[in-house]
């Protein structure tokens, strides 16, 4: 459908930029737009050339699947492509045993934003109960000790008989002389 639009009034001129154009079914007022039929933008430059007025967003992932959301709103799953107004936005990647992915991204309108992230799983946390040993009674051989080297005491008699003969050795020895 093509619009062509003729009225100007005197001293009305619309500069180069973006505006919305409403369609509504009988004139209201700007605060009453409630029973709009449809919106549409549209790009004006003086040299009578669009002005690209979205952007696009491709997503994709490893593995695919994820959940994706831009500006916290639910688009789909990846992979996944959609149109965006220009400027800065945030999103989103969501997927079970995969860490979240968020980040910025600024879109330029008539360029396409790919996105393409490997994800990466969850560390695990695998907890292991460790149970003490138990006390238990052990036994050692020793080795046998070694008798003792010392020589038994001698009995009385003989320790008199050897004073005995070294009294009477030790005087004949005297005697000779």
Same mark, same amino acid.
């Given at each position: 459908?093509?619009?062509?639009?003729?009225?100007?009034?005197?001293?009305?001129?619309?500069?180069?930029?973006?505006?919305?154009?409403?369609?509504?079914?009988?004139?209201?007022?700007?605060?009453?737009?409630?029973?709009?039929?449809?919106?549409?933008?549209?790009?004006?430059?003086?040299?009578?050339?669009?002005?690209?007025?979205?952007?696009?967003?491709?997503?994709?992932?490893?593995?695919?699947?994820?959940?994706?959301?831009?500006?916290?709103?639910?688009?789909?799953?990846?992979?996944?492509?959609?149109?965006?107004?220009?400027?800065?936005?945030?999103?989103?990647?969501?997927?079970?045993?995969?860490?979240?992915?968020?980040?910025?991204?600024?879109?330029?309108?008539?360029? %396409?934003? @790919?996105?393409?992230?490997? /994800?990466? $799983? #969850?560390?695990?946390? *695998? +907890? =292991?109960?460790?149970? &003490?040993?138990? %006390?238990? @009674?052990?036994?050692?051989? /020793?080795? $046998? #000790?070694?008798?003792? *080297? +010392? =020589?038994?005491?001698? &009995?009385?008699?003989?320790?008199?008989?050897?004073?005995?003969?070294?009294?009477?050795?030790?005087?004949?020895?005297?005697?000779?002389?």
């Amino acid at each position: 459908m093509d619009v062509h639009l003729e009225y100007s009034p005197p001293g009305f001129s619309l500069r180069e930029g973006t505006y919305t154009i409403y369609a509504v079914s009988q004139p209201v007022g700007r605060n009453a737009l409630s029973a709009v039929y449809g919106s549409i933008e549209i790009s004006l430059t003086q040299s009578g050339e669009s002005i690209p007025t979205m952007g696009t967003i491709t997503i994709t992932t490893s593995p695919p699947g994820a959940a994706v959301y831009i500006d916290s709103q639910y688009i789909g799953i990846t992979p996944h492509s959609l149109e965006a107004t220009p400027g800065p936005h945030t999103y989103r990647i969501e997927y079970s045993g995969y860490q979240t992915i968020l980040e910025s991204l600024t879109v330029k309108g008539g360029e %396409t934003t @790919a996105i393409e992230k490997v /994800l990466v $799983p #969850v560390a695990t946390i *695998t +907890t =292991t109960a460790t149970v &003490p040993p138990t %006390t238990r @009674a052990t036994s050692t051989t /020793l080795p $046998p #000790v070694p008798a003792a *080297t +010392t =020589t038994p005491p001698l &009995p009385l008699s003989a320790v008199t008989g050897i004073l005995a003969t070294g009294a009477a050795l030790l005087f004949q020895g005297y005697r000779k002389k």
